[in-house]
């Protein structure tokens, strides 16, 4: 395609949702990642879920270290902004107990096929 | 007759990593920097930020249909009745199809894809890719190839120098 060019690293200089810089955009991280840690042992008392409060707190830590990827600090604060909203919506309990095992845990969740002969079994 | 009628530009990167580097598209004129070096003149409580933003942590698609999935974009066919050419301008991004399969009593078509019908419209095939790379997705452009109108002439058929009866004569 002749009027494809491709894509300089141009730089930007854009409106930040909330922090200014990385270390603002690493401290909301810091502090979502605390409340969460030190709410987990009210959610797993008031839910009764079937859950350790230390299988909780590890499975806290994968979904911070799903998206450690993450560089952009908008793409950040807007993370830490939809983990604020979730503590929020556990905490007051606007949550019930099968979200939090179905969200999170996933354990009635059947893996997608991957290899040739499950996805034939599997019908695709 | 699809493969003959388009031609296909898919994008260069198959892994996200180096998605950035690859990505292939014009950019709109509002999104371009200033002439002058992006260093002068920063108006106040802007941030910096390098290439485009990585919407896929955000957007809430699961992180297997970035691996699994292709979009398409497109340019629609125009509609052979005698209907305006108005709705046929618009580049339009759909997914591939998945998950679909035909009920063996009734042959109702039926779709376990809740993308199967997402259709997206932009006025230029740039905004669509740009669409594509924000969210990480896998993309592929049809081109459409120009077909040059056919003259339709009744007294042509009586001309002495138009080859338009050669078949029967």
Known sequence: MANRVAIQKTVRHVKPLISQNNQEARSRVFGLYKAWYRQIPYIVMDYDIPKSVEQCRAKLREKFEENRHVKDIRVIDALVIKGQQELKETVNIWKQKHHLMSQYFKETQEPKPKDFLSKFLAGQ | MASLMFRTVRSISQKAPHRQLSVASARLASDLPAKSAPSAAQVPGTITVEGWEDLSAING?????????????????????????????????????????????????????????????????????????????????????????????????????????????
């Open chain 2, 61 to 169: 698609h699961p992180a297997e249909e970035l691996v699994t999935r292709r979009v398409r974009v497109y340019q629609p066919a125009k509609n052979a009745m005698q209907s305006g050419t108005h709705k046929y301008h618009n580049w339009v991004l759909e997914f591939d199809t998945q998950e679909r399969w035909e009920n063996p009593l009734m042959g109702w078509a039926s779709t376990g894809d809740p993308l199967s019908n997402v259709q997206v419209e932009f006025a230029t095939k740039e905004e669509a890719i740009e669409f594509c790379e924000k969210n990480g997705w896998d993309w592929s452009v049809d081109i459409k190839t120009p077909v040059k109108p056919r003259v339709k002439s009744y007294g042509a058929n009586f001309s002495w120098n138009k080859n338009t009866r050669t078949s029967t004569k």
